[in-house]
């Protein structure tokens, strides 16, 4: 077994599926990128107005070493991948230890001719919501019991990331307003109402999509500023500043190209 050769979609290996399975290849891909541009006056160069990562496809190749005459065979353990692929999810590969992808998409190849056992298959796993492979675990900064201040964290990877934050209200009374910087971005979240020892959650789902809940509340119609706190990696300083005392955590998922 090649173990560099390895890929498992929630936990489950491919080649776990079958022992006839041989995965020939795994391309991590790079993220798919739109940008726009527009000439700059004179004779010459373009000023780029937007830029934008979209997808990012994930290809597994591999074969099955059944004898071309066990077409029925051959045919019942691709329906296995089948079902293995189609359930989505994270994705690691051997090669890429400690980094995972969310797949929301896999594009399955046709079997063709099953007479031609020699055949490779192909299966391409798109990412879309976040289209970087990230840190399995996160990178995590705590500041115990501040009102206004600030904990630097090292955000890994090498494009930009976003920030998870946790407020933990310890004062005894309710906390009407919060604001958080990082970088040049400041989230504020006015008529909060935090009760005591109630827990501010600002966090992200696997897709990338936004959330912020004050207990059981959600609160993200109270966002202000910022519409998320994008950071890029190395050390990052993360401000806060709150009505009454509260316990901070700021953790962060590096992203890689």
Not at 30 to 57: C, F, K, Y
Not at 204 to 229: E, P, Q
Request: charged letters at 20%; aromatic letters at 8%.
């Amino acid at each position: 077994m090649i173990l560099s050769r390895r890929v498992a979609l929630g936990g489950i290996q491919l080649d776990e599926l079958d022992e006839r399975i041989v995965i020939r290849s795994v391309d991590p891909g790079i993220p798919h990128e739109s940008m726009s541009a527009v000439n700059r006056m004179g004779g010459w160069g373009q000023r780029m107005t937007s830029q934008h990562w979209e997808t990012l496809d994930v290809n597994v190749g591999f074969a099955l070493d059944i004898p071309k005459a066990e077409m029925a065979e051959r045919r019942q353990v691709l329906d296995r991948i089948t079902e293995w692929a189609l359930k989505c999810g994270w994705l690691t590969a051997g090669h890429m230890p400690g980094r995972r992808v969310w797949i929301e998409k896999a594009i399955l190849p046709s079997s063709g001719d099953l007479w031609e056992w020699l055949s490779e298959y192909t299966i391409t796993f798109r990412a879309y919501g976040v289209p970087f492979w990230q840190d399995e675990e996160a990178a995590k900064a705590v500041k115990k019991t501040v009102t206004s201040g600030s904990v630097s964290i090292q955000v890994g990877g090498t494009a930009e990331s976003v920030l998870d934050v946790s407020f933990k209200n310890v004062s005894g009374s309710t906390i009407r307003n919060f604001a958080v910087t990082a970088g040049d971005k400041t989230m504020t979240l006015n008529g909060l109402n935090l009760a005591s020892y109630e827990t501010l959650e600002i966090t992200h789902t696997n897709d990338g999509i936004l959330k912020a809940k004050a207990g059981t509340r959600n609160v993200y119609g109270l966002i202000t500023g910022a519409d998320d706190l994008t950071v890029k990696p190395g050390a990052v300083t993360v401000s806060v500043s709150a009505s009454r005392a509260g316990d901070l955590t700021v953790t962060s998922y590096g992203r890689y190209l």
